[in-house]
Nanobody
Framework: QVQLVESGGGLVQPGGSLRLSCAVS????????LGWYRQAPGKERELVAT????????NYADSVKGRFTISRDNAKNTMYLQMNSLKPEDTAMYYC?????WGQGTQVTVSS
């Protein structure tokens, strides 16, 4: 059974940082691309960042370029999203995606 479990979300002030993790079980992630998505209330789910199987290629939404960094540790079967200089508009539920599998999400709230 494939499971993706996100963690690391929370409440942070504008300008703050969070590091999200996506731990995968039941599936070896090496050589598979992974992605982070987010969905704010009343909005469609949107792509945040993707990373190739080897980790050598990454892509980011324009809204997070220069602030977010996606990475992966294939030995730990885990993907990460380092989020710096957070803004209120980054508030959303963040999900990880592997093939057709989604995690349950972790809430990120940026507010003073």
């Amino acid at each position: 059974q494939v499971q993706l479990v996100e963690s690391g979300g929370g409440l942070v002030q504008p300008g703050g940082s969070l590091r999200l993790s996506c731990a995968v079980s039941g599936f070896t992630i090496a050589s598979y691309g992974l992605g982070w998505y987010r969905q704010a209330p009343g909005k469609e789910r949107e792509l945040v960042a993707t990373i190739s199987g080897t980790g050598t290629t990454t892509n980011y939404a324009d809204s997070v370029k220069g602030r977010f960094t996606i990475s992966r540790d294939n030995a730990k079967n885990t993907m990460y999203l380092q989020m710096n200089s957070l803004k209120p508009e980054d508030t959303a539920m963040y999900y990880c995606l592997l093939a057709n599998y989604w995690g349950q999400g972790t809430q990120v709230t940026v507010s003073s």
